[in-house]
T-cell receptor, first 113, second 114 residues
Framework: SQTIHQWPVTLVQPVGSPLSLECTVE??????LYWYRQAAGRGLQLLFY??????ISSEVPQNLSASRPQDRQFILSSKKLLLSDSGFYLC????????????FGQGTRLTVV | GDSVTQMEGPVTLSEEAFLTINCTYT??????LFWYVQYPGEGLQLLLK?????DKGSNKGFEATYRKETTSFHLEKGSVQVSDSAVYFC?????????????FGKGTRLHILP
């Protein structure tokens, strides 16, 4: 069966520090991968999605970046965090085609102080 | 581009009340439609889905019907429980001819009072 792992679960980082959140998927090949951010009162915002290794689409301008070094690995990064980067970050994967749903990781609660 | 609009919350109901959470979408083509639920401190999990017009998705007493004529996918439940308190997200997956990324609404927080 397929599983998705996302870590860390919680993270407190100072302003200006770097960020690296990692997400891995097991039990499937060539998944679509997603990074979402959920800020208080603002719903679920799609940050990045990827349809293959090295293929990243960015949905919103920001100081975050994403990379997909392996088929089932998706990394969210920042060189310098801002206070506004605080939020709940969710990684997800879906199969190919429009009929498959997304499967989510447990999320990372990031607090920038 | 494709988008999803759902009613703003929070929605507060008493236990055993009837629930409707409205969701409408904009899409060119024939997307699949989903409802996800997020319990406190957790990621999202799929609640139900419908892949073509007039399909009805159902799970755990929740239902939603894919209405192409009104571009809607409203979530309903006949008798809610305290354990249904959560945030509910409507979503669509895009047209296969363009890209199939999944787009979510802003979410509706539901509070059920005992």
């Amino acid at each position: 069966s397929q599983t998705i792992h996302q870590w860390p679960v919680t993270l407190v980082q100072p302003v200006g520090s770097p960020l690296s959140l990692e997400c891995t998927v097991e039990g499937t090949s060539n998944p679509n991968l997603y990074w979402y951010r959920q800020a208080a009162g603002r719903g679920l915002q799609l940050l990045f999605y990827s349809v293959g290794i090295g293929q990243i689409s960015s949905e919103v301008p920001q100081n975050l970046s994403a990379s997909r070094p392996q088929d089932r690995q998706f990394i969210l990064s920042s060189k310098k965090l801002l206070l506004s980067d605080s939020g709940f970050y969710l990684c997800a994967w879906s199969g190919l085609g429009i009929w498959t749903e997304a499967f989510f990781g447990q999320g990372t609660r990031l607090t920038v102080v | 581009g494709d988008s999803v609009t759902q009613m703003e919350g929070p929605v507060t109901l008493s236990e055993e009340a009837f629930l409707t959470i409205n969701c409408t979408y904009t899409a060119t083509g024939y997307p699949s439609l989903f409802w996800y639920v997020q319990y406190p401190g957790e990621g999202l999990q799929l609640l139900l889905k419908a892949t073509k017009a007039d399909d009805k998705g159902s799970n755990k007493g929740f239902e939603a019907t894919y209405r192409k004529e009104t571009t809607s996918f409203h979530l309903e439940k006949g008798s809610v429980q305290v354990s249904d308190s959560a945030v509910y997200f409507c979503a669509l997956s895009g047209d296969l001819n363009r890209d199939d990324k999944i787009i979510f609404g802003k979410g509706t927080r539901l509070h059920i009072l005992p």
